[in-house]
């Protein structure tokens, strides 16, 4: 998966892909995350601003909040929810990904279990409805036991 970031005029957009399929069609082996910085008429890559490989990694989202960025991503599990992981850097020009520790983000349902993370979902965004000054940001996550293939492929 993929995503688009604004800063100021100038656009990116962070996919995590699989790199070196270590399986026929491709669909698992290394992951690898670049951030793409996009030209003026951001029809066009311009520059790979940062790469890493992020092996077990999907579905990227970023946020900048008091001038660091988030990087976002949550464990590839198929349908099955997972710990959402981040990464967190002072630029996205290079990023420092190579230095920079992948952590998990740890949250959960007042009522719920520490035992899962991301109120048992995946990401998809995390947005600020908010302000710069008081930011509130709300997390977006995904369940998909009935669509699961394993689920439909008994029916």
């Known amino acids: 998966g993929g995503v688009s970031f604004r800063k100021d005029d100038d656009l990116y957009y962070v996919t995590i892909r699989v790199q070196e399929p270590t399986e026929p069609g491709g669909k698992n ?5 670049y951030i793409y910085k996009l ?18 990694r999907e579905s990227p989202d970023i946020v900048e909040h008091n001038s660091k960025f988030y990087l976002f991503a949550s464990e590839n599990k198929r349908w099955e929810w997972s710990k959402t992981h981040y990464l967190r ?3 996205l020009e290079g990023f420092g990904l190579a230095t920079v520790k992948d952590e998990v983000l740890k949250m959960f349902a007042e009522n719920g279990s520490s035992n899962k993370n991301s109120f048992a979902s995946q990401i998809s965004f995390i947005q600020n409805f908010g302000t710069i000054t008081d930011p509130q940001y709300m997390f977006s996550g995904r369940r ?3 669509e699961d293939p394993c689920f439909m492929a008994e029916n």
């Open 29 to 33: 082996g290394n992951r690898k995350l």
């Open 39 to 56: 030209n003026r008429k951001w029809d066009q890559i311009e520059e790979i601003t940062a790469s890493r490989i992020y092996d077990g």
């Open 89 to 91: 850097s002072d630029s």
């Open 144 to 146: 998909h036991p009935i």
